[in-house]
């Protein structure tokens, strides 16, 4: 297919994707041997069959589930780098990839594990690949501000090797502004911002205007509701807020309605960016299958996925030397 040629060909940057949702079946189960765990299936099919999600509470349990194997430095090492090499084989030159330290510390495995096994990962992968990276540390919404407040000052010593704070998991009654103080003095200490506004939630226009207006974030993982609402396009347009939409999560969440999400973005002059969010529990599509369904069930063509693919590297928080050498 010419169109599938011409995604894989194209040079792109990945901009939302969950390091834990990339965590394929294979590597959970090579993990799992490896830390002496037992996994409650036969084999990775069976695994794979028990991916079956309908909404983000639902899917959240799988995905939290399992990343239960993941307790060493080279767990989390093995875990970015198997990512990367998969994307630079897709001609990702540079990806920003979220973590969810939450998940990891509070069963008792210690930040530094986390942000040294990613970074040695990260590194490994430049090394063999040729791929750059960043980090982007994501807060779990539905756990308290103080939990969250807590991992933000674990991850100050580490303030370096994190480009960016985010804002994931379960959006019901967990806004922005439930995150305000931190996501202030995250800016203070140099950290870009962003925020999930998730398809499929209540409250999202609320939420949406939050992310923007009282938060002050550079982009919005997600973020389709806004189409609804004429004020908030005109807010993002007047602060050229960028979007990471990923095709697959829109289709599970609003089945039928994908088509609209992407193309109506675009049409309208917002700053869209396509990823792939979880690919190991999304049938395994990662950013090329993810541009191939925008192409399929939005009639995306090359001129679509150039425009997507600079505002990508536009959006990336690098410096413009590199901005410049990707570009
Ligand atoms: N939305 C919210 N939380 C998440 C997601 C998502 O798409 N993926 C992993 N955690
Ligand atoms: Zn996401």
């Known amino acids: 297919q010419p169109i599938a040629q011409f995604i894989a060909g194209l040079p792109k940057a990945e901009l939302h994707v969950h390091l834990e949702g990339t965590l394929e079946a294979e590597l959970k189960f090579e993990l799992a041997a490896r830390n002496k765990l037992d996994l409650p299936y036969a084999d990775v099919a069976a695994m794979r069959a028990s ?45 920003e990839m979220f973590f969810d330290p939450q998940q990891h510390t509070d069963r008792g495995v210690p930040f530094a594990v986390v942000i040294e096994g990613l970074t040695q990962g990260r590194l490994e992968a430049e090394r063999d ?8 540390m994501c807060f779990v919404r539905e756990r308290s501000a103080q939990n969250a407040m807590a991992v933000f000052e674990m991850a100050l ?91 697959f999560a829109n289709e599970m969440m609003r089945p039928g309605e994908n088509q609209s999400i992407a193309r109506r973005m675009l049409d309208l002059g917002l700053r869209l960016t396509l ?23 939005a009639d995306f063509g090359p001129e679509d996925f150039i425009a997507v693919s600079r505002n990508a590297f536009d959006a990336a928080w690098i410096d413009e030397d590199l901005r410049d050498e990707l570009h």
């Open 157 to 247: 010593p580490y303030k370096h090797l994190i480009v960016g704070l985010g804002l994931d998991s379960d959006e019901k009654d967990n806004p922005p502004a439930k995150f305000a103080e931190i996501f202030r003095r995250g800016r203070e200490e140099g950290f870009r911002l962003t925020m999930h506004c998730d398809v499929d939630q209540l409250n999202t226009h609320e939420h949406i205007r939050q992310a923007i207006e009282v938060i002050g974030v550079e982009r919005i993982d997600h973020g389709a509701n806004l189409l609804d609402r004429p004020e908030l396009i005109a807010a993002a347009r007047e602060k050229g807020v960028f979007f990471t939409v990923c095709p």
């Open 275 to 297: 990823n792939s969010d979880d690919p190991a529990y999304m049938e395994g599509k990662y950013i090329n299958e993810n541009m191939l369904m925008a192409h399929e069930l």
């Open 51 to 95: 991916y079956v999600y309908h909404d983000l509470p639902s899917f959240l349990t799988i995905f939290y589930e399992g990343s239960e194997v993941l307790l060493h430095e080279a767990d989390f090492r093995d875990l970015v780098y198997a990512y990367l090499k998969k994307v630079a084989s897709q001609n990702v030159l540079y990806a």
């Open 129 to 136: 690949f040729g791929i750059r990276s960043k980090l982007i």
